[in-house]
Nanobody
Framework: QVQLVESGGGLVQPGGSLTLTCAAS????????RSWYRQAPGAERELVAT???????KYSDSVKGRFTISRDNGKNTINSQMDSLKPEDTAVYFC?????????WGQGTQVTVSS
């Protein structure tokens, strides 16, 4: 069994920064942490950022230039450095990983951007 646990969410003022971390634990052999998603109230879950095994990154247009996804293979974690946060970034953020073809999701961490 694999568990993904997100941390680092919280309340921040517009223009501020947060760093989210997703850690994998359990039977993690072959796990590939790949992406961050987010889901705002009343909205569908949307892809925010992805990092491939080769370290290639992709971002949604809404966060490009403000968010940076990175991976620490030694720690089996991925991070999302989020800068210049806006109220519309308010959402629950989830990390996503694959073990073979089996998908795993974390429980999510709340990010609230408000003055």
């Amino acid at each position: 069994q694999v568990q993904l646990v997100e941390s680092g969410g919280g309340l921040v003022q517009p223009g501020g920064s947060l760093t989210l971390t997703c850690a994998a634990s359990g039977s993690i052999e072959g796990i590939r942490l790949r992406s961050w998603y987010r889901q705002a109230p009343g909205a569908e879950r949307e892809l925010v950022a992805t990092i491939t095994s080769d370290g290639i990154t992709k971002y949604s247009d809404s966060v490009k230039g403000r968010f940076t996804i990175s991976r620490d293979n030694g720690k089996n974690t991925i991070n999302s450095q989020m800068d210049s946060l806006k109220p519309e970034d308010t959402a629950v953020y989830f990390c996503y990983g694959l073990q073979g073809f089996v998908p795993y999701w974390g429980q999510g961490t709340q990010v609230t951007v408000s003055s």
